[in-house]
């Protein structure tokens, strides 16, 4: 079987459908393509066909390419990798130039076969890089499709020509949203945008009749006629001109340098639109294989597409365990974190019982998500019946007898252990025998909370992030005596609404929490030590942190970080690590600064709680040095101190899985993400380097920094973390 198939009708038109086998949507493959160009090359040469209409046999048109081949293509490269990688990407240029010629006479232009592209639905990345290429673009009226460029999103960019058509089609500027931000928009939008052409009920039919009537004219891309100059201005131009000024600007804004992506893309737009079409096409090509050169891209791509695509599908479920899919969730606790999980639960489809102490709260966490949906219906995403709908799965009370018919409860009341056992031992003497019990808790020991289960086996963590509506990770926790269907249904149901999980074993702070306390406290360190604020909080998003560590602590409050602090140094004792961290934060507790909550923290702040700059008293309080230290010196602790974290859960065994500790890390505190990871970060500066490094940090700073023993071996071997913890082929 192949991906792409032909028909010739009677009227003279090759229907060549892409329907991907065994796959929901279609995927370009390397083979693809060649499939793709042989039926090309078969319709051009056949004097009975007049048009060639490429579609899809699936409900959307494709999803881009095989982002798997992607990672791959660096490897299969050869001993040349450079040249490999290149050769690879024109040929596919080739292919989509032919399309675009369609075997016309090049200097009379006449003489071509139409060829237009019939989208049912969502096209994304190469699946709408290949309708550029057609000479005319017909879509579904589908208000869910989207269409778009999203390559940005995991650190590549559109290498088989979207780049260079879509600049050329619509201006650099016009453009950029779609290129340099990844931005995807309906059909509709789409057209309005000159994205697409045509917008019609049956694309295929339309899309046919256009084929049959369509003249030597309407054949001719525009960079391709004489005259041709580019909308907005080329860079000579004095529009054009400020269009890049602009866009290098914006681009620098934005990534703060560390997306290669992203200049690489910004490189090719600006030195393609200097040169004839086919010579912006190399060009494009030549940053491409840039891109897929820098480890950073290969990183991303397997963070944030492979790695969390399988966890996704289930990585690291129990097998053996059947379908788990929650029906009904009693929500106990409608604060903000108890209501965030309503609303997804709900617009995930799933019945909802929000319980709290009193009516009147149990009834605002309700208005929480009619609030939600207000914004939605006001922004044109959501309708009143949507709303009405959602509403309607959602039942707020404060009887625990509703909770009979549940078969997951997440109990998301106050951080109290005795709070969360007394709603435990409740909860389970109304709630069916084999429901699951979940507890949501950042930092509380799940197997210290599990005792106050009856059944202990049945009991989980399920640490949500704030806000639940917004962040897409959900760390998944197992006590001691957490059975495996606990641990499936936790999964099942993270996958129900759309979130992506990680499965860690219980310790104090789980995982996330026990790397970012580190990254919020080196910030806290240096300011003690004297170093500027604002080169702690510079360097911290030069180097694609996407918040500095004081503005992170404003954020989640000065308080909460004092009150962790008391009650981890009560649990530790003498092994506290934190007595210098403690004086600047119980001083900035002491002075009413408790953060953007309070309008007062690290950052000043106006009425309205927008950020004015650093507060001066911080310099009051802490004399600057004379001599501040280097740039990659303070970047290196703040990155040392959180990847160090993560190498010790993966040897204590709190982390199972290096995907896990990576994608964990960017969705869920937003570690760098152009790195791929912690883990993935240490695989680019190597295992031997990282070591000598740690070496110097604990000499200079202390033994926080002290280099972990798994890290050691690994540096005496030579060693990577992806190729050393390897995960199992099936889940890759």
Known sequence: MTDFTMTKDADGVAIITWDVPDRSMNVMSLQGFADLDALIDDALADDAVKGIVITSGKDSFAGGMDLNVIAKMKDDAGDDPVRGLFEGVMKMHGVLRKIELAGMDLKT???????????????????????????????????????????????????????????????????????????????????????????????????????????????????????????????????????????????????????????????????????????????????????????????????????????????????????????????????????????????????????????????????????????????????????????????????????????????????????????????EKVIPEDCIFATNTSTLPITELAKASERPEQYIGIHFFSPVEKMLLVEIIKGKQTGDRAVAKALDFVRQIRKTPIVVNDARFFYANRCIIPYINEGMRMIAEGVSPALVENAARLVGMPLGPLQLVDETSIDLGAKIARATKAAMGDAYPDGAVDDVIFWMEGEGRLGRKAKAGFYAYDDKGKRQGLWSGIGAQYMLLDDQPDLIEVQHRLLFAQVLEAVRALEDGVLMDIREGDVGAILGWGFAPWSGGPFSWLDIIGAPYAAERCDQLQARFGDRFACPALLREMADKNQSFYTRFAAPAKAA
């Open 109 to 427: 232009q006449k003489g071509g076969k139409p060829i237009a592209a019939a989208l049912p639905g969502t096209a994304l990345g190469i699946g709408l890089e290949l309708p550029l290429s057609t000479h005319r673009i017909f879509a579904s009226i589908n208000p869910k499709a989207k269409i778009g460029l999203p390559e940005i999103m995991v650190g590549i960019f559109p290498g088989a020509g979207g780049t260079t058509r879509l600049v050329r089609k619509m201006g650099a500027m016009a453009a950029s949203p779609f290129l340099l931000e990844g931005k995807l928009c309906d059909p509709i939008r789409a057209k309005a945008a000159g994205i697409i052409d045509e917008v019609v009920a049956d694309p295929l039919t339309a899309a046919r009749e256009w084929v049959l009537n369509a003249k030597d004219a309407d054949l001719v891309k525009p960079w391709d006629a004489k005259g041709y100059k580019m909308p907005g201005g080329a860079p000579y131009h004095p529009a054009g001109f400020m269009t890049f000024v602009g866009a290098s600007a914006m681009v620098n804004g934005k990534t703060q340098g560390v997306y290669p992506a992203a200049r690489a893309l910004l490189s090719a737009v600006y030195e393609g639109a200097l040169v004839p079409f086919d010579t912006a096409l190399k060009i494009e090509a030549r940053w491409f294989t840039n891109v897929l050169m820098n480890p950073s891209s290969g990183a991303m791509i397997r963070s944030l597409f492979i790695n969390k695509e399988a966890l996704e599908k289930g990585a690291v479920r129990p097998a053996e365990v059947s379908d788990q899919r929650v029906r009904q969730v009693g929500i106990l606790g409608a604060g903000m974190m108890g209501a965030g999980i309503a609303l997804v639960s709900a617009q995930a489809g799933i019945d909802v019982v929000l319980i709290d102490q009193k009516q009147e709260a149990a009834d605002k966490g309700k208005a929480y998500v009619a609030d939600y949906m207000d914004k939605g219906i006001a922004k044109k995403k959501a309708s009143p019946e949507s709303k009405e709908a959602l509403l309607g799965r959602i039942h707020a009370t404060t009887d625990y007898a509703a909770l009979q018919g549940c078969d997951l409860i997440i109990e998301a009341v106050f951080e109290d252990p005795r709070i969360k056992a007394e709603v435990t031992r409740n909860v």
